[in-house]
Structure formats: C-alpha cells, structure tokens
C-alpha cells in the first residue's frame, strides 16, 4: 500500500502550493507520487464541482451540498485514491473528509455526527495517514482572495471564522493524524516543515 496525504485549510492558506511542492519533490526523489483534490477529482466530479461552486438562483440546502461533496469523494475514491494507493504510490490530496467536517459542519451547521457517518460511507476505508492543516487568520484568508468569488467563498466573515475555529478543533482531536503548520510562513519554511515532519514519521 502507498501513503495517502491530505492538505487542509481555509481559503487562501496555500495548501495548494504545497501539496503540489510535496508531489514534485516526490517525483523528483524517484518515488510514485500523484497529486489530486476534491471536489473534481475525476471526470464526474469535475461536473460536481462545477455544479457545488457555481452561483445559482436557486435554494441550494444544506443536505444537498453535503451530499455532493460526498458523492464526489465516492468517485475519488473509487477512481483514484484506491487504485494509486493499492500501485504503491504517494497520493497526495488537496482537501478531504476534514473540509466536509468543517465546511458543511463547523461552518455551515449540519450535525456533525451525520457528515462523520457519511464520510465514513464515502471513503469506505480509505483514510489519510497524514494531513497538514495550513493555518491562517482569516483575515488574511479573505485578504487573499480575489474579486471573482465562488459560491462558497463568498460566504460571510462569520462563516469563515467558524471555518477555521472548526479546523482546528478538528486537528486538536486527531492530533496523531494531524500537523497544524503556520500558513504566515514563506513558503520554502513550511514546506521545509512538511518535509521535516514526514522524515520524522519516517515516510521519507
Ligand atoms: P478548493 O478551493 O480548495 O478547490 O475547494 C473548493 C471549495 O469547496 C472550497 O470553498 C472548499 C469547499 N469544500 C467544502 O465545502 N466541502 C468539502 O468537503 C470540500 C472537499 C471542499
């Protein structure tokens, strides 16, 4: 079996970048490595991410959105997290179950002990080893962000708040799964700090 590493946090936090740093030096190194995200992970779920980020006229609930994401994550599974897994490489993830936790629970407000039931029916087994939580305030977050704002980004401050209180509540209850690492950093120092960690685990 390979090694499957998450990247979590609030908009703006970088997570991107260095997941992407993560999987270049991987590849570099001579190691398998392949670099995904959700939502939009695989063919369909590029269509359920479009459908999730999209501004629309309509209603879009709660339950409904919970269950897209879920959906999506099915298909990631199933499609690519599973099978790179099971060839032995690196899958290096940009967001998983704890977004969904956050996102849909802590911020948007659907219980919590139902999107742990249906992340755990979505991933059917297949649960991070690692995850790096990149943390910034959320000031910075919104700072970060550009003019043109997807549906979710353009939530109110208060939600990004519950955002990243929920994130970090999330790691403070996985803290054997969980890194937080300090999003205010330059980029070459938290990566430095990505590589120190998974040295010490001895993944690398
Ligand atoms: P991205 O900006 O990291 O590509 O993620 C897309 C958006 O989807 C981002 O606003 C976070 C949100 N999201 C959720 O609300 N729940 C989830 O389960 C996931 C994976 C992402």
């Known amino acids: 079996m390979g090694v499957f590493i998450t990247f979590e946090g609030i908009e703006g936090a970088g997570k991107t970048t260095q997941a992407k740093l993560l999987c270049e030096y991987l590849l570099n190194e001579d190691k398998k490595a392949v670099l995904t995200r959700e939502p939009g992970g695989t063919e369909t779920g590029k ?3 479009e459908i999730l980020l999209s501004k629309t006229t309509e209603i879009f609930p709660p339950k409904a959105e919970l269950f897209l994401y879920e959906a ?3 298909f990631h599974v199933h499609n690519v997290i599973k099978p790179y897994l099971e060839k032995g490489y690196f ?3 940009d967001r ?3 977004s969904t936790l956050a996102y849909q629970g802590y911020a948007r407000g659907l219980d919590i002990n139902l999107i742990k039931m249906l992340n755990d ?3 059917e087994g297949v649960y991070p080893d690692l995850t790096f939580l990149i943390d ?3 000031e910075i977050s919104l700072k970060r962000l550009g003019e043109e704002k997807d549906r979710i980004e353009s939530e109110d401050i208060q939600f990004h708040r519950r955002l990243r209180e929920g994130f970090i ?3 403070q ?3 054997e799964r969980i890194v937080i690492l300090d999003g205010t950093k330059d980029i070459d120092h938290i990566f430095q700090q990505i590589l120190n960690h998974l040295k010490a685990r001895g993944v690398l």
């Open 47 to 49: 269509k359920i991410r």
């Open 72 to 74: 999506d994550r099915n």
């Open 91 to 93: 899958v290096i993830c």
């Open 96 to 98: 998983y179950i704890d």
């Open 121 to 123: 029916i979505a991933v």
């Open 136 to 138: 910034i305030p959320v």
């Open 169 to 171: 509540k999330i790691a």
């Open 173 to 175: 209850e996985n803290p």
